[in-house]
């Protein structure tokens, strides 16, 4: 009996240690993780079209109204809408962006992740649908941001809804601060001398 008691003993470490190095290995994750995982390091890859399967996998499995699965989704929807960018199809970008913008805005009882970076997807939306005063909005909150990872982008969004709203002297402003820190932008310096005839 008892070698039988310690077989089983052993029998259930050894069980228990399998059970941990296949749940490191990411075996019980949800599937829709694992696609999440896979469009990014294809899209860290350059892998345009490989990354639109796994981004759409993970609309496909995700469930938005699970809290563990919401930022993966509305984070899915605004990257097919950058990949789309990056292939050269602004249409789908615009409808990717939209529809993840409605999932990004719709009330929860948990809070989700939000990013500078959404904050500058939720702006480009607006700005589309011509709404210049919650664009800039959500421009300044994704600078608010504790981690700006899209400084330059947001600049020149608030830049954009400045002009728009007719705010001259703000875009003024800002884009000198925008030409002294990327000099390099020739965009920026046609916009520039826009600027300097209003």
Sequence with gaps: MRRTGRLILVI????VAALFA????GVFRPASEKAYDRAVKAIEEEKYEDAVTYLEAVLEKADPDEDDQIDHYI?????LGDVSMQLGDENAANAYYKKAYAEDM???????KVTATNYLRRSRVLMDEGDYEAALEAVTQGLSCADVTCERE???AEIICNENLHNWEQAKTR????IEAYPD????WKDWE????R
């Excluded at 826009?194 to 005839?197: C, E, I």
Aim: glycine share 2%; no cysteine.
């Design 75 to 79: 984070e899915a929807g605004y990257l």
């Design 12 to 15: 259930l470490i050894a069980a």
């Design 175 to 178: 884009m000198q601060q925008y």
């Design 22 to 25: 296949l749940w490191r290995l």
């Design 154 to 156: 947001l600049w020149y």
């Design 106 to 112: 719709k009330e929860r009882e948990a809070p989700h």
């Design 194 to 197: 826009f600027l300097q005839t």
């Design 185 to 188: 932008d020739a965009n920026a």
